[in-house]
T-cell receptor, first 114, second 109 residues
């Protein structure tokens, strides 16, 4: 089945220790997104890619970086995680080649910072 | 600024009908989405409206009025598994998805 896959589902890291979250997709969508979602809040867009064109949201901290080496994979790097970065990180994909840009989400990675 | 408003929490009874409202103010409009999100899981797509009117999909229906900046999600024959958060999101003129904070729906037997 075509899908969006995120690994790991749960990630524990230490304060200040770099961590990388990964996302892959088999939908062949050209757009990929990274969201941060804290409890009972709306997802907050961190980055998105149209193909390889990187778009950084204005309020995304410099502590967050992203890489998209090819169509299928996208990575979120948190250089120095703080306690406030504990959240669910959601990867989503969409295709802007049709009439509707529905976003399809992976299962998310829940990050815990100790 | 851009704003999506929906109630924080609603309670309904199994087998009943519930309507979750969403009002929006965005820079441009290219459609409105409803997503369902169970606790600790990712949002899953429910519906998309870009024209005024009602879209029905099984037990779920979604309504849009662009002139009023208003939508609702109607859930019929509620089941316990419908307990979840329901997020309203609008695609603005830049094709950015503006999200509401979600409505937590609690279903009681």
């Amino acid at each position: 089945d075509a899908m969006v896959i995120q690994n790991p589902r749960y990630q524990v890291t230490q304060f200040g220790k770099p961590v990388t979250l990964s996302c892959s997709q088999t939908l062949n969508h050209n757009v990929m997104y990274w969201y941060q979602q804290k409890s009972s809040q709306a997802p907050k867009l961190l980055f998105h890619y149209y193909d390889k064109d990187f778009n950084n949201e204005a309020d995304t901290p410099d502590n967050f970086q992203s890489r998209r080496p090819n169509t299928s994979f996208c990575f979120l790097d948190i250089r120095s995680p703080g306690l406030g970065d504990a959240a669910m990180y959601l990867c989503a994909t969409s295709s802007n080649e049709g009439a509707v840009e529905t976003q399809y989400f992976g299962p998310g990675t829940r990050l815990l910072v100790l | 600024g851009q704003n999506i408003d929906q109630p924080t929490e609603m309670t309904a009874t199994e087998g009943a009908i519930v309507q979750i409202n969403c009002t929006y103010q965005t820079s441009g409009f290219n459609g409105l989405f409803w997503y369902q999100q169970h606790a600790g899981e990712a949002p899953t797509f429910l519906s998309y409206n870009v024209l005024d009117g009602l879209e029905e999909k099984g037990r779920f229906s979604s309504f849009l009025s662009r002139s009023k900046g208003y939508s609702y999600l109607l859930l019929k024959e509620l089941q316990m598994k419908d307990s979840a958060s329901y997020l309203c999101a609008v695609l603005d003129s830049n094709y950015q998805l503006i999200w509401g904070a979600g409505t937590k729906l609690i279903i009681k037997p």
